[in-house]
């Protein structure tokens, strides 16, 4: 059993020491803190995922605070006071490896940006439209994090452009973000937004993903009439899928799962001629939007895929066509007519389907 004094800074006590260090000669525990302790202490190894390891020592942080907070004098505080340092010192060397170096190191400040966007764009022409700036973040980084909304906790990207550093994004959220979130507290807030990764997709897989058209009609790789029934899109709901239709005219289609699965999974963050959802019933396109944050086409790019369905012979009659959402409102209008117009300006207004 290691000594008190001679645990190094990245160790944290086990079950048993932390037992001894606190029981005072008292035979059976009183304080259900202090219990609870004793059971995430066990729970812990270092041979856990790297989530589940994360996910402990953030409840031990919470858990030594409440104690701290209640009984700041007692004769068990010192050690408890301890036990939290260790857990946020284990945390900050597991968030450290998460926010992994890529191979832009030596480059600093928004010239790294560029260069580890330079995947992104390849590609791109005056058609395509690139990932928007506002989720950049997610691709330069190995892990993919998402863009998480979350209470008192500002994105850290947004802090890093509007800060004067000259140290490049990922070696700022190792040796500053991290930190600093561990300093104010915000154990479990750092957590929950390092251990969302969004899936990026390389060749092989994308292909799982991909549909086609054939006079009019869509079918999967397998040559099976396609449909979106068991599919769900964030916005558009139930019946709905997410899609892409990237620089060589193939579409990729899934179901969307927020924080997890976005436009830009299909392509890894590669540049699209068109983005949105589509509702698909046995190879019939029924519904189609210009919905995507990651994206954020525009009318453009919503003609131009209105246009490229009418070449392979997809009937627009009827199908039901959102050209841009307002928050939450989505009007779908004639796709048909959306066409002829190039506006949804005099064009009629439809009910959205439903599968």
Same mark, same amino acid.
Request: charged share 25%.
């Given at each position: 059993?290691?000594?008190?004094?001679?645990?190094?800074?990245?160790?944290?006590?086990?079950?048993?020491?932390?037992?001894?260090?606190?029981?005072?000669?008292?035979?059976?525990?009183?304080?259900?803190?202090?219990?609870?302790?004793?059971?995430?202490?066990?729970?812990?190894?270092?041979?856990?995922?790297?989530?589940?390891?994360?996910?402990?020592?953030?409840?031990?942080?919470?858990?030594?605070?409440?104690?701290?907070?209640?009984?700041?004098?007692?004769?068990?505080?010192?050690?408890?006071?301890?036990?939290?340092?260790?857990?946020?010192?284990?945390?900050?060397?597991?968030?450290?490896?998460?926010?992994?170096?890529?191979?832009?190191?030596?480059?600093?400040?928004?010239?790294?940006?560029?260069?580890?966007?330079?995947?992104?764009?390849?590609?791109?022409?005056?058609?395509?439209?690139?990932?928007?700036?506002?989720?950049?973040?997610?691709?330069?980084?190995?892990?993919?994090?998402? *863009?998480?909304?979350?209470?008192?906790?500002? %994105?850290?990207?947004? $802090?890093?452009?509007?800060?004067?550093? =000259? &140290?490049?994004? #990922?070696?700022?959220?190792?040796?500053?973000?991290?930190?600093?979130?561990?300093?104010?507290?915000?154990?479990?807030?750092?957590?929950?937004?390092?251990?969302?990764?969004?899936?990026?997709?390389?060749?092989?897989?994308?292909?799982?993903?991909?549909?086609?058209?054939?006079?009019?009609?869509?079918?999967?790789?397998?040559?099976?009439?396609?449909?979106?029934?068991?599919?769900?899109?964030?916005?558009?709901?139930?019946?709905?899928?997410?899609?892409?239709?990237?620089?060589?005219?193939?579409?990729?289609?899934?179901?969307?799962?927020?924080?997890?699965?976005?436009?830009?999974?299909?392509?890894?963050?590669?540049?699209?001629?068109?983005?949105?959802?589509?509702?698909?019933?046995?190879?019939?396109?029924?519904?189609?939007?210009? *919905?995507?944050?990651?994206?954020?086409?525009? %009318?453009?790019?919503? $003609?131009?895929?209105?246009?490229?369905? =009418? &070449?392979?012979? #997809?009937?627009?009659?009827?199908?039901?066509?959102?050209?841009?959402?307002?928050?939450?409102?989505?009007?779908?209008?004639?796709?048909?007519?959306?066409?002829?117009?190039?506006?949804?300006?005099?064009?009629?207004?439809?009910?959205?389907?439903?599968?």
């Amino acid at each position: 059993m290691k000594n008190k004094s001679m645990l190094k800074m990245t160790e944290i006590y086990t079950a048993q020491e932390f037992k001894k260090l606190t029981r005072l000669n008292l035979f059976h525990r009183r304080c259900n803190h202090l219990i609870k302790l004793d059971i995430l202490l066990d729970s812990y190894s270092s041979d856990l995922p790297e989530k589940e390891k994360a996910s402990i020592l953030v409840e031990i942080c919470n858990i030594c605070k409440l104690f701290l907070d209640r009984k700041p004098l007692s004769g068990r505080a010192v050690t408890v006071h301890n036990l939290k340092t260790q857990a946020q010192e284990q945390l900050l060397s597991i968030m450290k490896e998460i926010v992994s170096e890529s191979n832009t190191s030596g480059i600093i400040g928004w010239k790294r940006v560029k260069a580890a966007l330079t995947p992104i764009i390849h590609g791109a022409n005056t058609k395509t439209k690139c990932l928007d700036e506002e989720y950049w973040a997610e691709a330069i980084t190995n892990r993919h994090f998402a *863009k998480r909304n979350i209470a008192c906790s500002a %994105d850290p990207f947004e $802090l890093w452009k509007q800060s004067d550093t =000259k &140290t490049n994004y #990922v070696d700022w959220l190792r040796e500053c973000y991290i930190q600093l979130m561990l300093k104010n507290g915000q154990e479990k807030e750092l957590v929950t937004r390092f251990f969302s990764n969004v899936k990026y997709m390389n060749h092989e897989e994308r292909e799982h993903y991909s549909i086609y058209i054939s006079r009019g009609k869509f079918y999967n790789r397998n040559g099976m009439e396609f449909s979106t029934l068991n599919m769900e899109s964030d916005r558009a709901g139930k019946g709905w899928g997410i899609y892409v239709r990237d620089a060589k005219n193939k579409i990729y289609i899934n179901k969307h799962q927020r924080n997890v699965f976005h436009h830009s999974s299909f392509l890894a963050g590669g540049p699209i001629l068109s983005a949105g959802e589509l509702s698909i019933n046995n190879g019939v396109l029924v519904g189609i939007t210009n *919905k995507s944050g990651h994206y954020k086409p525009d %009318d453009e790019n919503f $003609l131009d895929m209105l246009a490229y369905l =009418k &070449t392979r012979g #997809v009937n627009l009659c009827n199908v039901a066509a959102c050209m841009k959402t307002t928050g939450c409102v989505q009007e779908f209008y004639n796709a048909e007519d959306i066409f002829i117009n190039r506006s949804i300006v005099n064009s009629r207004l439809v009910s959205k389907p439903c599968l």
